[in-house]
């Protein structure tokens, strides 16, 4: 699987925007009950997911390389479908029984379906999300999910890991690229001078 995934991100690289434009979900584990996986629409930055009781889907995933927020997390369900995209929703998220924070969820998606996302800004974010028992999202002082982030140890292990592999993929691909600009003798066949005895 892991190699599918080096491969496919490679891929990506090699067609360019137009097929980053289109997007791609490429599973690289299933772990307690989450899966981690990489979107080739956002540069091959790796997310995990999980759907909980009721319908909920969260996921939690890295920004590509040089966006202002490090993180995002989204969360979705079929029955909100009075969500307006491009609005944006005050929200409270608390772990287990700490103090409670607010964040503005801004509404994304279309006709198929609709979520919520919040940038995620603090480093202390994630470690919360990997030691509290259960993430509880409220909105107008009504719980709307209460999340278990069981499991969300070993996930966020093989988030790390797929992210390292895909920022891999990426810098070779970099450095492959330079190799190529710095070098006038390798330039494609076609492009070479029939007076170039290099060509030959």
Do not use: H
């Not at 360019?16 to 629409?41: C, F, L, Q």
């Not at 909105?139 to 292990?157: M, Q, Y």
């Amino acid at each position: 699987m892991r190699r599918l995934l080096v491969g496919l991100v490679s891929c990506l690289i090699a067609a360019g925007s137009a097929a980053a434009e289109e997007s791609e979900i490429i599973k690289w584990k299933d772990v307690d009950g989450w899966t981690v996986a990489s979107d080739t629409s956002m540069e091959g930055s790796c997310f995990i997911s999980s759907v909980f009781d009721g319908g909920v889907t969260l996921r939690l995933g890295f920004y590509p390389k040089g966006s202002e927020s490090p993180l995002y997390m989204s969360f979705a369900s079929d029955d909100w479908r009075s969500l307006e995209v491009g609005k944006e929703y005050d929200l409270t998220f608390r772990f287990d029984k700490t103090d409670p924070w607010s964040a503005s969820a801004t509404a994304a998606g279309d006709a198929s379906g609709k979520f919520l996302f919040v940038n995620v800004t603090d480093a202390e974010f994630l470690t919360g999300f990997v030691r509290k028992r259960a993430l509880a999202i409220a909105f107008e002082d009504r719980v709307i999910a209460n999340l278990s982030l069981r499991g969300t140890g070993p996930a966020a292990d093989e988030l790390m890991k797929c992210q390292r592999a895909v920022d891999e993929i990426i810098a070779d691909e970099g450095r492959k690229s330079k190799e190529k600009k710095a070098d006038p003798f390798n330039a494609p066949s076609e492009k070479r001078s029939a007076r170039d005895p290099f060509s030959l």
